[in-house]
């Protein structure tokens, strides 16, 4: 099977469960696992910030963040089509009585400061309305298609939040790609923001975890709220061996997982019946359309799996596909190949909807 559906698919290489058994552990909730100190400096070090906290996931990462920034009836201003508002299970207003506002996101994944704006009442001193208290961004814009945001507009954003005297957090699950697309490096991304999260369980490979980067009294705040979210963590030097090695190693690799995504898109441009547009896909993600009316989104996934190429539809009926370490350019030939088949002969009978 050629597994397309998610970067998060990726399993930790032999190299990496290796540090595993060596790594020298402690209790992390005591702040004294000496292998997530290391990790939690390198990764600060990394992205140009003062601090950082391993968390178990980009989720608790996220709302563990949301809720260091925002004061209980306070409203958050994040994208309509982010991770944040769409995949966290509304966790920032169970836990933190936070109020979504979401903002409409353009097709390359930018919020328009005309849009964040309109979020702020005429009149703060005015009870009726609940204030914001934090702008969020996501880049690179998963369902946006893997878009990298300009640092430009980034620094449009930060100058924006800072005249509202807002914090400004970023969702980067894959700042590595992000920073790869523009050739900088990642802390000329990070230095935008004044928090940010970040997954090691994506493109980096690591089996578990995500870190949240910023202030150290932010961090302090982090520490707390992670505790209460029971995402305290004993000897999680076994989780920080293997993202260590990740941040040392995986890091530069990721060029091959670009380089596979052109190549996939390139080839899928040319297939009848797909629509791919080769000038969207800046990092490790490909979105098409099936436009062939033999096919619903749903009979092309089913068809696509049963001949061995798993892909994923990721919104709007768009499908996805995303390189990653599990992936060789043979790989991507083999599904190119696979998916020309699968569009010349047509949606396969038992794939059918009854
Ligand atoms: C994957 C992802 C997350 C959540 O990370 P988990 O570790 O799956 O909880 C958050 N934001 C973005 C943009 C992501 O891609």
Redesign the pocket.
Known sequence: MIELRSD?FTLPTKEMLEVIPTAVLGDDVYGEDPTVKELETLAARMLGKDAAILMP????A?LASLMAHCPRGSKVLVGDE???YI??AGGAVVCGGIMYEPIPTQSDGRLRIADLEKAFPDDASDPQFALPSLICL?NPH?RKGGRVLPLDYLAEVKAFSESKHLPLHM?A??IFNAALALDVPVSEIAQHADSLQF?L??GLSAPIG?MVLGSERFIEKVYRIRKMLGGGMRQAGVIAAPALFSLTNMVNRLADDHANARRLAEGLNKVEGIECNVDEVETNMVFFRIVDPRFTWQTFVRSAFHEGVHVAELGHGRIRAVTHSGITERDIDCALDIIGRVMRSGPMDLCQDS
């Open positions: 998060t996931s980009g989720t608790m996220n982010t991770d944040i995949y966290e996501e998963n969702d699950a894959r997954c369980s994506k995500s």
